[in-house]
T-cell receptor, first 116, second 114 residues
């Protein structure tokens, strides 16, 4: 079974600075998807960024980028120019690319605080 | 599209009562998932459906929980009888196979059992 580990329960960053959230995962599969979801106090789960395992290029979405290290099974999220609206819980998630196994497995989350 | 719609947003009930949570997935999506979020256990998959058929219900905690999907546009999660330990936020999500494997979540139902 796949597992996702987020070792940082809480992180804080000064507004406009850069912060990196860590995520590691364990799998025996070669093809899969990785995601970062944001959950603000409104509790809505919002997709931040996704990465296909077969793509070597790291995904980017505006101020959000990932560092995907497949051999190390590491998938960190970098937030540049942090803004107050980035304050939220961030969840790393894994999904198999194989047909018949559609479940999304989540890490325990990292609570990000933005310091004005 | 209005997204995944869940109701109610909040539910407070007494122990022993029946509770029904509702979900309307995004039109055209063929997968529907029910997740539960608690402080202690994080986000857990309870059950998911493909084309209205339950595929994996191994996460359903016990017989008090049941889920149905009578058609492509509606699903329910029922707890009977409810217990205080069922207090959690319950999320519904839907996806379309092949659509870049993206899940869309509803805004969740916060259930409190007193």
């Amino acid at each position: 079974a796949q597992t996702v580990t987020q070792s940082q329960p809480e992180m804080s960053v000064q507004e406009a600075e850069t912060v990196t959230l860590s995520c590691t995962y364990d799998t025996s599969e070669s093809d899969y998807y990785l995601f970062w979801y944001k959950q603000p106090p409104s509790r809505q789960m919002i997709l931040v960024i996704r990465q296909e395992a077969y793509k070597q290029q790291n995904a980017t979405e505006n101020r959000f980028s990932v560092n995907f290290q497949k051999a190390a099974k590491s998938f960190s999220l970098k937030i540049s120019d942090s803004q107050l609206g980035d304050a939220a819980m961030y969840f790393c998630a894994y999904r198999s690319a194989g047909f018949g196994n559609e479940k999304l497995t989540f890490g325990t989350g990292t609570r990000l605080t933005i310091i004005p | 599209d209005a997204g995944v719609i869940q109701s109610p947003r909040h539910e407070v009930t007494e122990m022993g009562q029946e509770v029904t949570l509702r979900c309307k997935p995004i039109s055209g999506h063929d997968y529907l998932f029910w997740y539960r979020q608690t402080m202690m256990r994080g986000l857990e998959l309870l059950i998911y459906f493909n084309n209205n058929v339950p595929i994996d219900d191994s996460g359903m905690p016990e017989d008090r929980f049941s889920a149905k999907m009578p058609n492509a546009s509606f699903s329910t999660l029922k707890i009977q009888p409810s217990e205080p330990r069922d207090s959690a936020v319950y999320f519904c999500a839907s996806s379309l196979r092949g659509q870049e494997s993206v899940y869309t979540f509803g805004s969740g139902t916060r259930l409190t059992v007193v």
